[in-house]
């Protein structure tokens, strides 16, 4: 069965510091792998995906996200914190076949201090 | 920007009334979502619907729970009979056709269960 893994409930980070979000999946076949981001009473907003080619892909918010398919991991990275960034983080897989629904990990609370 | 709209933003029931929920998906969109976030929890797939039909539903979608698009716009979620662990926050997801693509969400729809 699909999964994944967001290890931290929470990460805190100054703001101008670099910040990563891990995430590690579980799928059997090729993954397709996302992030999203939900503030405060909002929906899921779509931060960017990994869907095939390079391992290193880059988002909205000049957030990316490295694919180590080793290590199943699809991290979440940004090179300087915002205090604007602090939010809820989903990282979610989705396989190649199917209905494409979503697999959702618990999700990392992030918060950037001033 | 086109987004996806869902109403009301919040709806309070009592036990064992029936609910509908709508969504508007994006309009050029053929695929269709719904989720649910249980307070503190991880978000999870409830369905997908794709030309007119259930493509896929996961164990939380029983008889109680029915989707359908009556107009071509609006694609809604009834439960019929509300229980207390219904309690939760609904999203309505919509993707264009093609695997790569990925599912846009709506605000979500925060509903109550007295």
């Known amino acids: 069965a699909q999964s994944v893994a967001q290890p931290e409930d929470q990460v805190n980070v100054a703001e101008g510091n670099p910040l990563t979000v891990k995430c590690t999946y579980s799928v059997s076949g090729n993954p397709y792998l996302f992030w999203y981001v939900q503030y405060p009473n909002r929906g899921l907003q779509f931060l960017l995906k990994?869907?095939?080619?390079?391992?290193l892909v880059k988002g909205s918010y000049g957030f990316e996200a490295e694919f180590n398919k080793s290590q199943t991991s699809f991290h979440l990275k940004k090179p300087s914190a915002l205090v604007s960034d602090s939010a809820l983080y989903f990282c979610a897989v989705r396989l190649d076949r199917g209905s494409y629904k979503l697999i959702f990990g618990s999700g990392t609370r992030l918060l950037v201090r001033p | 920007e086109p987004e996806v709209t869902q109403t009301p933003s919040h709806q309070v029931t009592q036990m064992g009334q029936e609910v509908i929920l709508r969504c508007v998906p994006i309009s050029n969109h053929l695929y269709f979502y719904w989720y649910r976030q249980i307070l503190g929890q991880k978000v999870e797939f409830l369905v997908s619907f794709y030309n007119n039909e259930i493509s896929e539903k996961s164990e939380i979608f029983d008889d109680q729970f029915s989707v359908e698009r009556p107009d071509g716009s609006n694609f809604t979620l009834k439960i019929r009979s509300t229980k207390l662990e219904d309690s939760a926050m609904y999203f309505c997801a919509s993707r264009l056709p093609g695997q790569a693509y990925e599912q846009y969400f709506g605000p979500g729809t925060r509903l109550t269960v007295t």
């Open positions: 990994y869907i095939t080619g390079d391992n």
